[in-house]
T-cell receptor, first 116, second 116 residues
Framework: AQKITQTQPGMFVQEKEAVTLDCTYDTSDPSYGLFWYKQPSSGEMIFLIY??????QNATEGRYSLNFQKARKSANLVISASQLGDSAMYFC?????????????FGRGTSLIVHP | GAVVSQHPSRVICKSGTSVKIECRSL??????MFWYRQFPKKSLMLMATSNEGSKATYEQGVEKDKFLINHASLTLSTLTVTSAHPEDSSFYIC????????????FGPGTRLTVL
C-alpha cells in the first residue's frame, strides 16, 4: 500500500484564488512528520511546510497552511491568494519515527497551474 | 505502480575511495532522472538533472568531477562519488520522471552514505 497518496495529478486555479492540494498518508507509527515541497520546472525541491504528528495546531508559513486531520490521516496543503509563480509540481512526503532516517517517503506529486 | 529502486541502501566507505549509487526505474522508462542530496531534517538539494543519452546538468556549486552522473539507459542512472570525504556523508535520493506522463515523478528510497 502506498504510504503517501496524492490523488490529484493536475490542478488548475485562477490567480488570487485559494487552492487545496490533497494528501493522505498511511502509517502505524505514532510519531511522524509531514512535509510539502514545491518543485518548479528547474527540478529543485523547495521545502514549504512541516507538520509534526504531535503538533496541536496546523502549520502555517506565509501563504501556505497545512490542514492536518489526524483521524482521517490527511495533510492537505492550502495555498491562499495563488500567484503565477506558484505553478509547479507539489509533493507531499512523510517521515516516520523519531530519530530515524531523515529520508521521507514521497507522493507522486500534483501539478498546479495558476491561470492569470 | 511505478517503482524506483536505489542500490545500495546504505554504504560505509573509507575516505578517498569512490562509491557508486545506482538508481533504477523498475517498470517504466525514465527519460529524466534527478539526483538530490538530503540535508538533516528538511531540505533536499538538487544536485543534477540526468537525461538519458546526454550529459547531466549540474546545479551551481556541485562539482561535476566529484559527483559523476551517468544515464546510460532509460531505466538506469548512476551517481559516483569520487574520492569521498567525510563531508560527503549524507543521504542521496534519486527520482525518475516517466516519459509518457511527463509530470509524475517517482522517488527512490534513498542511499545513506557514510564516509569514515
Amino acid at each position: 500500500a502506498q504510504k503517501i497518496t496524492q490523488t490529484q495529478p493536475g490542478m488548475f486555479v485562477q490567480e488570487k484564488e485559494a487552492v487545496t492540494l490533497d494528501c493522505t498518508y498511511d502509517t502505524s507509527d505514532p510519531s511522524y512528520g509531514l512535509f510539502w515541497y514545491k518543485q518548479p520546472s528547474s527540478g529543485e525541491m523547495i521545502f514549504l511546510i512541516y507538520q509534526g504528528s504531535y503538533d496541536q495546531q496546523n502549520a502555517t508559513e506565509g501563504r501556505y497552511s497545512l490542514n492536518f486531520q489526524k483521524a482521517r490521516k490527511s495533510a492537505n496543503l492550502v495555498i491562499s491568494a495563488s500567484q503565477l509563480g506558484d505553478s509547479a509540481m507539489y509533493f507531499c512526503a512523510m517521515r516516520e519515527g523519531v530519530g530515524g532516517s531523515y529520508i521521507p517517503t514521497f507522493g507522486r506529486g500534483t501539478s498546479l497551474i495558476v491561470h492569470p | 505502480g511505478a517503482v524506483v529502486s536505489q542500490h545500495p541502501s546504505r554504504v560505509i566507505c573509507k575516505s578517498g575511495t569512490s562509491v557508486k549509487i545506482e538508481c533504477r526505474s523498475l517498470d517504466f522508462q525514465a527519460t529524466t532522472m534527478f539526483w538530490y542530496r538530503q540535508f538533516p531534517k528538511k531540505s533536499l538539494m538538487l544536485m543534477a538533472t540526468s537525461n538519458e543519452g546526454s550529459k547531466a546538468t549540474y546545479e551551481q556549486g556541485v562539482e561535476k568531477d566529484k559527483f559523476l552522473i551517468n544515464h546510460a539507459s532509460l531505466t538506469l542512472s548512476t551517481l559516483t562519488v569520487t574520492s569521498a570525504h567525510p563531508e560527503d556523508s549524507s543521504f542521496y535520493i534519486c527520482s525518475a520522471r516517466e516519459a509518457s506522463t511527463g509530470n509524475e515523478q517517482f522517488f527512490g528510497p534513498g542511499t545513506r552514505l557514510t564516509v569514515l
